[in-house]
């Protein structure tokens, strides 16, 4: 079974399936211990590779090098990728996916918004026209081999995300997510109009949806899953913390069991990914 069909399976089994936000190789490492899923988030992204908000810095053939790599060091793990717009016009979007399918992507979200674009769960988005996304996601479709494809709305207004989530339900997308998704009753109601096609739900720290267990998504019909940025949001906690401590005991580090992971620990997680994960 290949990449996009193993996912496909996840996503029609009982239960929610957890994709787990990772920002760089080494994020990647620590998230496959716990979990098979892993999604490539933009924001984490933008914030590692370019130190830049999620904004529409990204470039295609950064992200693509990125799913390369991850793939090579995890070769069974499910990798959803968020490619925002498709970093562009139709032809590009294409494009990208047909690389990103290349190189062993399990599948894709694309999104509905215009540039310059805004993270899913912060003010500022303004959405394309439905026709025109409607022809980007149809080309996409149409470009992709087996690859999945996540239609993604970033609509505020409470019909047109209905609207619009019923009409991507009715595309030959896998699955469709509404991001910043407000609170349950929305998610039924999401649920209700997008019929049996999976459906997908991004938690955010911080963000504008309710945080919930799996458990809880399940019952409301949610079929994945996607954390965008717990392991970025506790890398900068982590790091602001440790360097704090640093600077308070002048310069002198702390024993490993007192700090956590030291040179062995970090070695053994490294070690791993030369055996391919």
């Not at 991850?70 to 498709?86: M, N, Q, S, T």
């Not at 694309?110 to 303004?126: S, W």
């Not at 999945?148 to 609207?163: K, M, N, S």
């Not at 024993?255 to 391919?276: R, S």
């Amino acid at each position: 079974m290949n990449h996009p069909d193993r996912l496909r399976t996840a996503m029609a089994a009982e239960g929610t399936t957890p994709l787990i936000g990772v920002f760089d190789m080494f994020s990647a490492s620590v998230a496959a211990r716990h979990y098979d899923g892993l999604f490539v988030s933009g924001f984490g992204f933008a914030a590692s590779h370019y130190g830049l908000p999620d904004i529409g810095f990204i470039a295609w053939p950064d992200m693509l090098a990125f799913v390369q790599r991850l793939r090579a060091a995890f070769p069974d793990g499910h990798l959803l990728v968020d490619i925002d717009d498709g970093y562009g016009d139709p032809e590009i979007a294409c494009h990208t996916v047909r690389q990103l399918e290349a190189v062993g992507a399990s599948g894709v979200i694309l999104e509905d918004q215009q540039r310059p674009r805004r993270c899913g769960h912060v003010d500022g988005k303004r959405i394309l026209p439905l026709e025109e996304y409607l022809d980007k996601i149809v080309r996409v479709l149409d470009a992709r081999r087996d690859l999945v494809v996540v239609a993604r709305t970033d609509a505020t207004d409470g019909d047109e995300i209905l609207r619009r989530a019923k009409a991507l339900a009715a595309t030959e997308a896998d699955a469709v997510l509404v991001d910043g998704v407000r609170d349950v009753e929305w998610i039924r109601r999401i649920r209700a109009v997008a019929d049996a096609k999976p459906l997908v739900f991004n938690q955010m720290a911080g963000g504008r949806s309710p945080r919930l267990s799996l458990r809880e998504l399940a019952g409301l019909g949610v079929d994945v899953a996607v954390y965008s940025t717990p392991c970025l949001f506790a890398a900068q906690t982590a790091m602001d913390a440790a360097l704090r401590e640093l600077r308070r005991d002048d310069g002198r580090l702390r024993e490993v069991g007192e700090t956590g992971a030291g040179v062995a620990e970090c070695l053994a997680l490294l070690e791993g990914n030369l055996a391919g994960g």
